[in-house]
C-alpha cells in the first residue's frame, strides 16, 4: 500500500499533507530532518509557534522571583524561549549568574551572541555538552536557584535523562519543564498514522505561500516520513503529561505544578514546576 493510500485510510480530509508528500516524492529530496536551516527557521519563527513561544516565555518570567539568583537552562538552544523570557519579567529580575547547557555548538554558539546584546551585565556560562556529561561532572557546591527546560528534555534518549535529572535534584531548589502532552499511541498503529497526519495537517495550514512550501519540503515532511518509517532511529522520547509527573516523584522531586499551558499543532504544550 502506498502512503498516499494509508494517508487516506487514516484521516478522509488531509489536502495540504496528501499535495506535499507528493511534491516531496516527484523532487527526490532528502528525507533527513534538519536539512535546510531556513525551513527550519521560517518554522519555528511562524505559524503556531509564535503563540507558543510567547505563552512559553511568559510562564518562565513569572519564575524569575527576586529570591532566584542564578539560573541553569538546560537545552538552551539558541535562547528562543530563555532571552525574551529575561526581558518579560515583571520586575527587574535579581540573575547573578546563568549557566547555559547545550550539546548542539551551532545554537549554543547564536545564544552566545544574543547574550551580550540582551543582557549585558549578566555573567555567562556556557557548556557545550549532553545533560549526562553535564550533571556527572557536578561538584558538591554547584547550585542553582532555578533550572529550566523548555522542549529539550524529550530529546535527551532515557535512562540518561531520567538519571540526570536524578543528580541535578541535588544541585537546584526548583526545576521547570515544558514538554508537550502527547496522545498515548502505539507507535505505527492505524490510531497513531492517523493522529500524526491530522497534527502534520494543522502544521501545514499554518503557514501560506512559498513559505509553506519551504516549511513542509525543508523541514515537516521529513520529520512526518521519518516518523512514519519504522526504520527510522527515534530522536525524541516524548510521553504524556501524567508520566513527566510520575517520573519525576519518583526520582524524588516534588511536584508543585502541572497544567497546561498552550495549544500547539503537535500536542498542547504543558507546564511542571517540581521543587527539590
Same mark, same amino acid.
Given at each position: ?150 522542549? @529539550? ?96 516523584? @519518583? ?26
Amino acid at each position: 500500500m502506498t502512503l498516499i493510500r494509508t494517508l487516506r485510510r487514516a484521516a478522509v480530509d488531509l489536502p495540504l499533507l496528501t499535495a506535499a508528500v507528493r511534491q516531496h516524492a516527484a523532487h527526490a529530496r532528502d528525507t533527513s530532518v534538519y536539512t535546510s536551516p531556513a525551513a527550519f527557521e521560517a518554522f519555528i519563527r511562524g505559524g503556531g509557534n509564535v503563540p507558543l513561544y510567547e505563552r512559553v516565555s511568559g510562564e518562565l518570567a513569572n519564575h524569575y522571583t527576586p529570591d532566584v539568583h542564578s539560573l541553569l537552562d538546560i537545552g538552551c538552544g539558541d535562547g528562543h524561549a530563555l532571552f525574551p523570557a529575561l526581558a518579560a519579567t515583571a520586575h527587574p529580575h535579581a540573575l547573578e549568574r546563568l549557566t547555559l547547557v547545550e550539546p548542539a555548538s551551532a545554537l549554543l554558539a547564536s545564544a552566545l551572541t544574543r547574550a551580550p546584546a540582551e543582557q549585558p551585565t549578566l555573567p555567562v556560562q556556557a557548556l557545550n555538552e549532553t545533560l549526562g556529561t553535564f550533571t556527572a561532572k557536578l561538584q558538591p557546591d554547584d547550585r542553582w536557584d532555578l533550572a529550566q527546560a523548555t522542549f @529539550a528534555l524529550q530529546a535527551i534518549p532515557e535512562p540518561e535523562r531520567w538519571d540526570g535529572l536524578a543528580r541535578l535534584r541535588a544541585h537546584v531548589k526548583r526545576l521547570v519543564i515544558v514538554e508537550f502532552d502527547i496522545p498515548d499511541l502505539q507507535r505505527g498503529s492505524d490510531a497513531y498514522v492517523a493522529s500524526l497526519a491530522q497534527r502534520y495537517e494543522r502544521a501545514l495550514g499554518e503557514y501560506g505561500g512559498a513559505t509553506r512550501e519551504l516549511v513542509a519540503q525543508g523541514f515537516l515532511i521529513p520529520m512526518f516520513l521519518g516518523q512514519l518509517d519504522a526504520q527510522t532511529a527515534a530522536t525524541n522520547w516524548e510521553h504524556p503529561m501524567p508520566i513527566w509527573r510520575d517520573k519525576l516523584e @519518583a526520582l524524588g522531586w516534588r511536584v508543585t505544578r502541572l497544567a497546561h499551558l498552550s495549544d500547539y499543532f503537535w500536542a498542547p504544550a504543558f507546564v511542571l514546576v517540581a521543587e527539590a
